[in-house]
C-alpha cells in the first residue's frame, strides 16, 4: 500500500531544509514524498489547514490524512512519525 506524504515547506522555512535533508538519510520505501511550497500553492495549504512550517501529512491511498505533524523535527521523530506510517 503506497502511502503519500505532504511536505508541506516554503524557501525562507529553515527548519523545512533541515527536514529535506532528514528525509534523505531515512528509509522511504512505499512512501511517495510530495514537496509543496505554500508560498506556490497556497490552496493546498488552506485546503488541509495547514498553520506552521515545515508540516507533513501522511495520506492513505484513497487520499484521506491518516496524521500530521508539524514544526522543527529530530531524526528520531521523523522515523517514529514514518514508522506509524508504514
Do not use: H
Request: glycine content about 6%.
Amino acid at each position: 500500500n503506497m502511502k503519500t506524504l505532504l511536505k508541506y515547506e516554503a524557501p525562507w522555512c529553515n527548519g523545512c531544509k533541515v527536514l529535506t535533508n532528514l528525509l534523505k538519510d531515512v528509509d522511504l520505501t512505499g512512501i511517495e514524498v510530495v514537496p509543496i511550497n505554500i508560498d506556490v500553492d497556497t490552496a493546498s495549504a488552506k485546503a488541509y489547514n495547514v498553520r506552521g512550517l515545515p508540516t507533513l501529512i501522511t495520506l492513505d491511498e484513497t487520499g484521506e490524512e491518516i496524521k500530521r505533524i508539524s514544526g522543527a523535527l529530530t531524526k528520531d521523530q521523523l522515523m517514529k512519525f514514518l514508522g506509524d506510517t508504514q
